[in-house]
Nanobody
Framework: QVRLVESGGGSVQAGGSLRLSCAAS????????MGWFRQGPGAEREGVAV????????HYGNSVKGRFTISQDNAKYMVYLQMDSLKPEDTAMYYC???????????????????WGQGTQVTVSS
């Protein structure tokens, strides 16, 4: 059973913007931390951004702070990642993910997740 469905991504020039979307089941949306990981060519998977269930607190990886914004739509069980001022080093496969709320604090120190989306490619050219 598919739990997370991603959309968005694509190719853009440096300085441009893209938005990723992730649709979740009501259960996952309401009880799990949700956000994105990414994995660039030859790189390890890293946490990009996370939003907490309930209070909607957000946290970002150091490399994207001030450029990316994670948000949610409670009526649609959707999470979004607005990516602005994109750089070539943002090129990666981006994965929507969900982690149990008891493990939200480890988002940026882990590479695994309880649920994954199918992944979407983001390519930024210089």
């Amino acid at each position: 059973q598919v739990r997370l469905v991603e959309s968005g991504g694509g190719s853009v020039q440096a300085g441009g913007s893209l938005r990723l979307s992730c649709a979740a089941s009501r259960y996952i949306y309401s009880t799990y931390c949700m956000g994105w990981f990414r994995q660039g060519p030859g790189a390890e998977r890293e946490g990009v951004a996370v939003i907490y269930p309930g209070n909607g607190n957000t946290h970002y990886g150091n490399s994207v702070k001030g450029r990316f914004t994670i948000s949610q739509d409670n009526a649609k069980y959707m999470v979004y990642l607005q990516m602005d001022s994109l750089k070539p080093e943002d090129t990666a496969m981006y994965y929507c993910a969900a982690v149990s709320s008891s493990s939200c604090g480890s988002w940026f120190s882990r590479a695994d997740s309880d649920y994954w989306g199918q992944g979407t490619q983001v390519t930024v050219s210089s």
